[in-house]
């Protein structure tokens, strides 16, 4: 999973860092730290990717396409991935 330090992309390009993971309410949250002059739209979504053979992960953010966009403290929609460790 994802770890403190992990990068956040999107479109290959460093937008942020994983800040923190912790459990919440029947799920886990991952709090982000994103570069101020970035803007996500809230139909952006999130997922978690593997970044290299050894097995790092980042998470990767889509582009989206709405005018409102995310703020402060927000949550951002997310796709499940596969966990190649569970294959």
């Known amino acids: ?6 990068e956040v992309l999107m479109a290959g390009v460093k937008i942020g860092t994983v800040t923190a993971t912790r459990l919440g309410q029947q ?7 994103i570069q101020p002059t970035v803007r996500i739209p809230n139909d952006a979504v999130a997922s978690v990717e593997t ?27 997310t796709k499940n991935t596969v966990d190649m460790n569970e294959v």
Request: glycine letters at 12%.
């Open 1 to 6: 999973g994802l770890k403190t330090g992990d």
């Open 27 to 33: 799920r886990v949250e991952a709090v982000l730290t």
């Open 51 to 77: 970044s290299s053979l050894l097995g790092s992960q980042h998470l990767a953010v889509s582009f989206g396409a709405s005018a409102v966009l995310l703020a402060n403290g927000d949550e951002i929609k």
